[in-house]
């Protein structure tokens, strides 16, 4: 469970807010819903995509903080055939 005080709204715009003007966030053009809800927030109808990217940039700065989640690649090991990719 995430222990989170503030609102999504607030979270959302004090994660990008200094990403995009610092331009360290890259999306690619294939990103489409991800540029929609960005460029439209907070006027839109879902929230999803940024929703779960801040939070994913949460738990990878938190992590990397705490000396976790920083590996070599080496050491990250090829997945099965039992996982698939999203088309």
Same mark, same amino acid.
């Given at each position: 469970? =995430?222990?989170?005080? $503030? ?5 959302? $715009?004090? $994660? &990008? ?15 489409? %819903? &991800? ?18 990217? %801040?939070?994913? &940039?949460?738990?990878?700065?938190? $992590? ?8 070599? %690649?080496?050491? =990250?090991?090829?997945?099965? %055939? ?6």
């Amino acid at each position: 469970p =995430i222990d989170e005080k $503030r609102s999504k709204t607030k979270r959302i $715009r004090q $994660r &990008f807010t200094d990403i995009v003007t610092d331009h360290e966030l890259y999306v690619h053009p294939s990103m489409s %819903e &991800f540029k929609t809800q960005y460029q439209n927030y907070p006027n839109v109808p879902h929230e999803d995509v940024l929703d779960a990217t %801040e939070i994913g &940039f949460d738990v990878l700065t938190t $992590r990397e903080l705490a000396g976790e989640g920083v590996y070599d %690649e080496e050491d =990250i090991p090829d997945l099965d %055939e039992s996982w698939r990719c999203a088309p």
